[in-house]
């Protein structure tokens, strides 16, 4: 029954996402083979949270064969900004009376849902050398305000496997 639930929920973190990347058409992404985290990052995430993309981001890299390393090839900076959304649909009540010389009318909205909570997450990667952005990954999410350490380790994961899938470019 868990595993249902955190499966339920990381469904609903990633199922109303995208992912959007743009790249310097001139960099040589066969030239990067080591990384490390951007110094000053500021992601804007809370410890726990940064632990968890930090660790999802390290262990998919490393998985492609990437080193972590002192001086690297290329920094990773993780920066967020979250937002409400304002849901739109309502449920309308009406009354009316008319009739032939006139009429009147009173109508009202029920909000169905509240608003909801987006999350867009921003990947840069960033030339250490040149001090460059090099390549970007941008994910978009509404997300769950109260869910478990183990559905928000869960989404972490889907975010970085999304974000990551389509780097480098060309990459099937």
């Known amino acids: ?9 990381s469904v609903l973190f990633v199922a109303c996402s995208t992912a959007r990347i743009d790249y310097d058409r001139g960099a040589d992404f066969s030239a990067y083979k ?12 809370n410890q ?9 981001t390290e262990a998919l890299l490393r998985s492609r064969g990437f080193v972590r390393s002192d001086n690297p090839d290329m920094y990773i900076n993780i ?15 009406g009354i009316g009376s008319g009739g032939r010389r006139g009429g009147f009318g009173i109508s009202g909205g029920i909000p169905i849902r509240s608003n909801s909570t987006t999350q867009e997450i921003t990947f840069d990667l960033i030339d250490a050398q040149k001090d460059d952005l090099f390549w970007q990954g941008v994910y978009e999410a509404k997300i769950g305000n109260n869910s478990s350490p183990e559905a928000r380790e869960q989404m972490y994961r889907k975010v970085v496997q999304k974000v990551f899938g389509k780097y480098p470019p060309g990459r099937k």
Do not use: C, H, W
């Open 34 to 45: 080591t990384f490390s985290f951007y110094p000053e990052m500021n992601s804007g995430l």
């Open 48 to 56: 726990l949270d940064e632990k968890r993309i930090i660790a999802q």
């Open 1 to 9: 029954m868990r595993f249902l639930k955190i499966f339920f929920l």
């Open 79 to 93: 920066f967020t900004r979250q937002y409400e959304t304002p849901y739109n649909s309502s449920v309308g009540i």
